[in-house]
């Protein structure tokens, strides 16, 4: 069984930092895309950063220049880096896995591209 499960979030002034992780069981990332997307209360869940198999990464407006996402195969894992928070970055933030064997180095923006999900970590800043 596959599980997905975030950690990492919390309460952070505005300016802080955070490092989300995101810990897999029951199958091996190694070859799949990987994901982070973000939801605040009354709007739209919303991307963020995906990471490929051959560790390329693609960003959304919001996350360029202050987030960095990554992975360690080894620990089967996937990071987000969040510099420099603002208020607007409060959210549920959602790890997602693409497991599936065409076109692991592609870049998918859209939550439909994955197939797995984790439950959410909160992630609330101050100003």
């Known amino acids: 069984q596959v599980q997905l499960v975030e950690s990492g979030g919390g309460l952070v002034q505005a300016e802080g930092s955070l490092r989300l992780s995101c810990a897999a069981s029951?199958?091996?990332?190694?070859?799949?895309?990987m994901g982070w997307f973000r939801q605040a209360p009354g709007k739209e869940r919303e991307f963020v950063a995906t990471?490929?198999?051959?560790?390329?990464?693609y960003y959304g407006v919001s996350a360029r220049g202050r987030f960095t996402i990554s992975r360690d195969n080894a620990k089967n894992t996937e990071y987000l880096q969040m510099n420099s928070l603002k208020p607007e970055d409060t959210a549920v933030y959602y790890c997602?896995?693409?497991?599936?064997?065409?076109?692991?180095?592609?870049?998918?923006?859209?939550?439909?591209?994955?197939?797995?999900w984790g439950q959410g970590t909160q992630v609330t800043v101050s100003s």
């Open positions: 029951g199958r091996s990332i190694s070859s799949s895309p």
């Open positions: 997602a896995a693409r497991f599936y064997t065409v076109n692991t180095s592609g870049y998918y923006t859209t939550a439909g591209a994955y197939n797995f």
């Open positions: 990471i490929n198999s051959r560790g390329g990464t």
